[in-house]
């Protein structure tokens, strides 16, 4: 048995529907770059090539629904690039912030800013949130990082006043949100925090978001 990365396989054709053909076109290098050397540097597990496109790399693009336009955004957590990268490579009107606290994973994003020509659009930050200078994004981004109530106070000081925290979720985000009620006052983010849904239509299942807003 070779022990070689697998091939991705070609963009979904619901793809083509929801994304124009050069973020369709990023997207796809970028998951070939993921399928391949991602894999050899352990940056994902080879399982998880077949489900690049539906699991990751949609996936996120998906949030790009709930991102405002020329928001500055922080992706804390960002592992090899997911969320932020992607909302990189398929909103070019948007700047971002790569946090991580693996130095790997930050010299591989650094890699990829230079690949895809994104400075100074896209910066990568190497250190723990809760260490780095606060980034004053409008969005702060999270997928598969912690619950709720650990999340939430790694995540809100990098946003700003009046800033969102979106935290990618999965069947529990109502119990998450509930339970970490108390956490998110002390931003004032319990306020409006809600679940809401990105991608329907055209993933399946949609993509559920814990939406929580900074007000203080």
């Known amino acids: 048995?070779?022990?070689?990365?697998?091939?991705?396989?070609?963009?979904?054709?619901?793809?083509?529907?929801?994304?124009?053909?050069?973020?369709?076109?990023?997207?796809?290098?970028?998951?070939?770059?993921?399928?391949?050397?991602?894999?050899?540097?352990?940056?994902?597990?080879?399982?998880?090539?077949?489900i690049l496109w539906d699991r990751h790399l949609l996936n996120c693009a998906a949030l790009a629904e709930a991102i405002p336009a020329a928001a500055r955004v922080a992706d804390i957590g960002t592992g090899a690039g997911l969320p932020g990268l992607v909302l990189a490579l398929v909103r070019p009107d948007v700047s971002?912030?790569?946090v991580d606290t693996l130095q790997r994973r930050c010299e591989f994003l650094s890699e990829m800013v230079a690949a895809f020509d994104l400075a100074p659009r896209v910066e990568v930050v190497w250190g723990r949130a809760?260490?780095?200078?606060?980034?004053?994004?409008?969005?702060?981004?999270?997928?598969?990082?912690?619950?709720l109530g650990k999340l939430a106070p790694w995540?809100?000081?990098?946003?700003?006043?009046?800033g969102q925290l979106l935290a990618?979720?999965?069947?529990r985000a109502a119990e998450e949100l509930a339970a970490a009620a108390k956490v998110l006052r002390r931003w004032g983010a319990d306020r409006d925090?809600?679940?809401?849904?990105v991608g329907e239509?055209?993933?399946?299942?949609?993509?559920t978001l814990i939406a929580a807003t900074r007000t203080r």
């Not at 083509?16 to 050069?22: I, M």
């Not at 925090?193 to 849904?197: I, K, N, P, S, Y």
């Not at 239509?201 to 993509?207: A, F, L, M, Q, S």
């Open 130 to 147: 809760e260490t780095v200078p606060p980034c004053e994004a409008d969005i702060v981004t999270a997928r598969a990082v912690a619950a």
């Open 201 to 207: 239509g055209w993933i399946d299942p949609p993509v």
């Open 96 to 98: 971002i912030t790569l």
């Open 193 to 197: 925090a809600r679940v809401l849904t």
């Open 1 to 50: 048995m070779s022990d070689s990365p697998a091939a991705l396989s070609p963009a979904p054709a619901h793809a083509a529907g929801r994304l124009d053909a050069d973020a369709l076109a990023r997207l796809t290098r970028y998951g070939n770059i993921l399928a391949t050397d991602g894999v050899l540097r352990g940056l994902i597990g080879p399982r998880e090539v077949p």
């Open 168 to 171: 990618m979720k999965g069947a």
């Open 155 to 162: 995540c809100l000081p990098h946003a700003r006043v009046g």
